[in-house]
C-alpha cells in the first residue's frame, strides 16, 4: 500500500529541546515535502527536496532543518523549538509537482 | 509568487444540492491545477489533477473545471451528502519547486 508515515503522531516538547520528527514514504518518490498547516493560514510549505542531498528552503523554513540522506526519508529537525512552532506537520510525497501528493498522517507539535 | 484564493472559508448547503466552490489564482497560469480533500486533523487526500488543456474533469459525483483565461478552477459536487463535510483545497505548481495550496474551503452538507 502506497504510504508516508510520519512519526510521531503527537508531541509535547519544552523550549529549546531538540526534536525530530521522520518521515518515510514506500513509493519511490523523488520529491518530498514538508508544511506546517496553522489556523487561518493554511499549509504552508517549510522544506522541500527533489532528490538525494538535494533539498531546499520552503516559505516558512526559519528554525527547522532537513535532510535527505536517502530517497525514502526525509525527517524534520527543530534544533531549538519555540512556542511559535506550535503547530501540525504534514510530510508529503509526490513523483512530480504535477502528480498527486501523498500526506503523511500529520504530528501534531505543542512546543511549552 | 504566484497566489491562491479560494473565496469561501465555509459553505453550507442541503443534503443533494450541488455544492461549487471556486479557486482562483493571481498570476501565470499553470499547467496542472489539483483539489484535495482534508478531514479535521487528518492529512489532505487527492481528489482531482485537471491539465491546462482540460476544459473539465469527472469523477463520480465529482466535476472540476478550468478557465485559464479568468485564472480560475471550479469544484463541484453534485448530490451532496453529509459525509462530503470536509475542507476542499486546491493546488498547484509554483515554478517547478512547490506545490501551494489555498486556504480551503469548508463544506457542511446537512441532512
Known amino acids: 500500500e502506497a504510504q508516508v508515515t510520519q512519526n510521531p503522531r503527537y508531541l509535547i516538547t519544552v523550549t529549546g529541546k531538540k526534536l525530530t520528527v521522520t518521515c518515510s514514504q514506500n513509493m519511490n518518490h523523488e520529491y518530498m515535502s514538508w508544511y506546517r498547516q496553522d489556523p487561518g493560514l493554511g499549509l504552508r510549505q517549510i522544506y522541500y527536496?527533489?532528490?538525494?542531498?538535494?533539498?531546499d528552503k520552503g516559505d516558512v523554513p526559519e528554525g527547522y532543518k532537513v535532510s535527505r540522506k536517502e530517497k525514502r526519508n526525509f525527517p524534520l529537525i527543530l534544533e531549538s523549538p519555540s512556542p511559535n512552532q506550535t503547530s501540525l506537520y504534514f510530510c508529503?510525497?509526490?513523483?512530480?509537482?504535477?502528480?498527486?501528493?501523498?500526506f503523511g498522517q500529520g504530528t501534531r507539535l505543542t512546543v511549552v | 509568487s504566484q497566489k491562491i484564493e479560494q473565496n469561501s472559508e465555509a459553505l453550507n448547503i442541503q443534503e443533494g444540492k450541488t455544492a461549487t466552490l471556486t479557486c482562483n489564482y493571481t498570476?501565470?497560469?499553470?499547467?496542472?491545477l489539483q483539489w484535495y480533500r482534508q478531514d479535521p486533523g487528518r492529512g489532505p487526500v487527492f481528489l482531482l489533477l485537471?491539465?491546462?488543456?482540460?476544459k473539465e474533469k469527472r469523477k463520480e459525483r465529482l466535476k472540476v473545471t478550468f478557465d485559464t483565461t479568468l485564472k480560475q478552477s471550479l469544484f463541484h459536487i453534485t448530490a451532496s451528502q453529509p459525509a462530503d463535510s470536509a475542507t476542499y483545497l486546491c493546488a498547484l505548481n509554483q515554478a517547478g519547486t512547490a506545490l501551494i495550496f489555498g486556504k480551503g474551503t469548508t463544506l457542511s452538507v446537512s441532512s
Open positions: 485537471i491539465r491546462e488543456n482540460e
Open positions: 527536496s527533489m532528490n538525494v542531498e538535494v533539498t
Open positions: 508529503a510525497s509526490n513523483r512530480n509537482l504535477n502528480t498527486e501528493a501523498f
Open positions: 498570476n501565470y497560469s499553470p499547467a496542472y
